[in-house]
């Protein structure tokens, strides 16, 4: 029966292994299943193979053996398949910069859907929510150059969330951000209602945002828990050079 069929995670990593073309190799049998709904931070020191894992989730490298699947279809270097992985793995790259292009936030975020062959009410109404998702209605006009850091942020993450992706991939979402504008984003993304994989060094984000952590150190997967058991693991997270800000407290108490 249809009712009876599990949902495939959104994402599923097995055996990862990829070698650079000088021989490197940067990671070494990588699982990682990522359930639909689910918010995890993938931490691990300069190095790790963070980045190289990312470039593998929208088949931007493909593994030296080993499989990724996303939502039950397995990446191939088939085109159809291909582009149906990039719409469902969004992934917001560091730099905003990377991410906008065209004269105005409307055009940026509509450019993905278009290219999708959305048209019309359909494509405008893509717009419209992602630019609400993110708090950016109001600036729909602008130049992106125009907007500050923080909001290129918000409209790059708009970007992506105009594909209804399977999975929201964010490669260090609070660098260069102000406090303020750190905790806006960071209230955006917590309301989103998507499987989120963030890539962070900023472990106080971590605790904020993902109920579980992964690390990744040389390659390899060293850790996998409730986001407050890692970071209270004092000799795992010297042993992989990750550090907790002064007086971060990583269990905070529960609200009276
Ligand atoms: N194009 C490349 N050719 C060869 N080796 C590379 C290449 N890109 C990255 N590496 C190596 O692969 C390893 C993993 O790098 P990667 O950028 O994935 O790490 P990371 O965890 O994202 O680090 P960071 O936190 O600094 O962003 C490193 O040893 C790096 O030097």
């Keep these: 029966m249809i009712g009876d069929v599990p949902t495939p995670p959104s994402l599923d990593v097995r055996g990862v292994r990829y070698a650079y073309p000088d021989g490197h190799v940067a990671l070494h049998g990588v699982d990682l299943t990522v359930p639909r709904g689910d918010r995890v931070a993938l931490l691990g020191p300069n190095g790790a193979g963070k980045t190289t894992l990312v470039l593998h989730l929208n088949g931007i490298l493909t593994p030296t053996a080993g499989t990724v699947s996303v939502g039950g279809l397995t990446i191939s270097r088939d085109r159809g398949t291909l582009a149906e992985i990039r719409r469902r793995v969004g992934i917001v790259f560091q730099d905003p910069d990377d991410q906008l292009f065209l004269p105005t936030v409307a055009e940026d975020v509509a450019f993905g859907?278009?290219?999708?062959?959305?048209?019309?009410?359909?494509?405008?109404?893509?717009?419209?929510?992602?630019?609400a998702a993110v708090g950016m209605s109001e600036h729909r006009d602008r130049a992106p150059h125009h907007l500050s850091f923080g909001q290129r942020r918000r409209v790059a993450v708009a970007t992506v969330l105009a594909m209804r992706p399977e999975i929201l991939v964010l490669d260090e979402p609070s660098s260069n951000l102000d406090p303020a504008a750190r905790r806006e984003l960071a209230e955006i993304l917590r309301a989103l209602p998507v499987t989120l994989l963030m890539v962070t060094h900023d472990l106080p984000y971590a605790a904020e945002l993902c109920d579980r952590s992964v690390i990744l150190d040389a390659g390899r997967v060293v850790a996998d828990a409730p986001t407050p058991e890692i970071l209270t693991d004092e000799p795992l997270l010297t042993k992989h050079r990750l550090e907790l800000p002064y007086a971060f407290n990583p269990r905070p108490a529960p609200h009276p």
Excluded: S, Y
Aim: charged share 25%; no cysteine.
């Design 113 to 131: 859907p278009a290219n999708l062959g959305l048209r019309g009410a359909e494509l405008a109404a893509r717009v419209d929510e992602a630019l």
